[in-house]
């Protein structure tokens, strides 16, 4: 699998962007995908993930209530909705997939996107 990320940019504080990820391959149904982002001088960390259906999400607590990720199958592309954004937002965003259950550690991640960097300017 293949994952090309878009959409970032920069926005200010209070504003909202929506990211892509687009994957080639014909298994993509079947991948559960996530996104993860990395701030300037912090380890990467996990922002959300979506299970193969969509029926099943999970996010991790400073993004709940303002990010919604979300998938279309149909169109081999994973979204993710950011709304709200602050400074502390301001990472490069990553998105990535692997088999098998939801899950919020990085290393169960087989396949990773080139990221997309998002700016709040304050």
């Known amino acids: 699998v293949q994952l090309q990320a878009s959409g970032g940019g920069l926005v200010q504080a209070g504003g909202s962007l929506r990211l892509s990820c687009a994957a080639s391959g014909r298994t993509f149904s079947s991948y559960v995908m996530g996104w993860f982002r990395q701030a300037p001088g912090k380890e990467r960390e996990f922002v959300a993930a979506?299970?193969?259906?969509?029926?099943?999400?999970y996010y991790t607590d400073f993004v709940k209530g303002r990010f919604t990720i979300s998938r279309d199958n149909a169109k081999n592309t994973v979204y993710l909705q950011m709304n709200s954004l602050n400074s502390e937002d301001t990472a490069v965003y990553y998105c990535a997939a692997r088999a098998g259950r939801l899950g919020y550690a990085d290393y169960l991640y087989e396949y990773w996107g080139q990221g997309t960097l998002v700016t709040v300017s304050s």
């Open positions: 979506i299970n193969w259906s969509g029926g099943s999400t």
